[in-house]
């Protein structure tokens, strides 16, 4: 494995644990607020602008992941009957769409938050300005386009299409066992 790919590896990993993190404070602030609200008949400002900005963060953030992973949605019923070849064409395909899509929506993104900077728009209880969520949020889309620019890159350049498996998920994350394993 080369340095660049060590890079977009300790990159992956990252955005991995801090959308695993954004994650965890919208399940505890979703908590806290229901102890609060059924257990003390009182309220947390704020609670469902910062979550609902945080799940936007989160949400970015895991699609920088699972394009990485190759594991986005996809339709493999046709794929699946077709020869090895033509199926590393459909994928390289794939990402070029899908990399196309990503950077047109990190430009617009962009556009949008900088909007929202001058706009000067705040959430309604707390007056908390939306544009730094909107800021960390485009930088999950930004890696997006990082990471499929890398994965069309290394088929361009090494001329395999070995990209899904070689930079894919086998040796990086948790392992998924069926009920009853360790």
Known sequence: MNAFEQLIRR???FVDGAAAMFLAIITGLTFL???L????????LGSFDVGRLLLGIAIFWGVAVAAYRQEHIRVDILWAMLPRKIQNV???????????????FTVMFWRQTMV????????????VPIWPFHLVAWFG?????VVLLARIAHVFI???FDAPDHLG???????DFPAGEP
């Open 11 to 13: 990159i992956v990993a």
């Open 33 to 35: 607020t229901v102890v």
């Open 37 to 44: 609200r059924y257990g003390f008949n009182a309220t947390l």
């Open 90 to 104: 459909l994928d390289l395909f794939s990402d070029i769409v899908f990399f196309g899509c990503a950077l047109v």
């Open 116 to 127: 929202m900077r001058v706009s000067g728009e705040t959430t309604f209880e707390l007056d």
């Open 141 to 145: 889309i930004a890696l997006t386009s």
């Open 158 to 160: 090494t001329r395999r």
């Open 169 to 175: 998920s086998q040796h990086d994350g948790p392992t």
